[in-house]
């Protein structure tokens, strides 16, 4: 029982942030505005993503968006999230990935459903790495997929 609620809490922690810090952006930063936190390096800028990933999607039918942008997603995320509650037996590091996975994936999937789009507001430029602009559901998704592919690759075989 302990591990269900750990797993839910873990969700519904990735949702606020997620949530929190988009709802902030929304209410302070102007579309496209640019501000600089750390010289051109990191910047803050809104922008609104009517598509999924670096705006994939975007240009689909209304009803394709929401087929594959809500239904399919909503699916998957749900039956993720229902089968990492049931496993009896998970590595630790394992379920906190999936938990980030579900949290930024159901975070993006409010601002969809909600708002239409779905806000990203960060942005990345070192030289030599340069990200797309991103949010905090992004930031958790991806680690958590990172931390799914390296325990895959440290343990070879995981329980799933």
């Known amino acids: 029982m302990f591990k269900k609620i750990s797993?839910?809490?873990?969700?519904?922690l990735n949702i606020g942030c997620d949530q929190l810090s988009k709802n902030a952006v929304r209410k302070n930063?102007?579309?496209q505005e640019?501000?600089?936190?750390?010289?051109?390096?990191f910047i803050l800028t809104k922008v609104e993503n009517k598509g999924a990933m670096l705006g994939f999607g975007s240009d689909l039918s209304p009803i394709l968006k929401i087929i594959f942008l809500q239904?399919?997603?909503?699916?998957?995320?749900?039956?993720?999230?229902?089968?990492?509650?049931?496993?009896?037996?998970?590595?630790k590091w394992?379920?906190?990935?999936?938990a980030c996975v579900i949290g930024g994936g159901i975070g993006n999937l409010i601002d969809r459903i909600a708002h239409g789009q779905v806000t990203d507001f960060f942005h990345i430029n070192l030289g030599f790495i340069k990200t797309g602009?991103?949010?905090?559901?992004?930031?958790?998704?991806?680690?958590?997929?990172?931390?799914?592919?390296?325990?895959?690759?440290?343990?070879?075989?995981?329980?799933m």
């Open 29 to 31: 930063i102007a579309y």
């Open 7 to 12: 797993i839910i809490l873990l969700v519904i």
């Open 34 to 41: 640019h501000i600089q936190l750390i010289n051109d390096n």
């Open 71 to 91: 239904g399919l997603p909503i699916i998957i995320l749900l039956v993720l999230l229902f089968r990492i509650l049931q496993k009896p037996k998970m590595n």
């Open 133 to 159: 602009i991103f949010n905090m559901a992004d930031v958790s998704v991806t680690m958590g997929v990172l931390m799914i592919l390296f325990l895959s690759i440290r343990y070879r075989k995981l329980e």
């Open 94 to 98: 394992l379920v906190f990935a999936f």
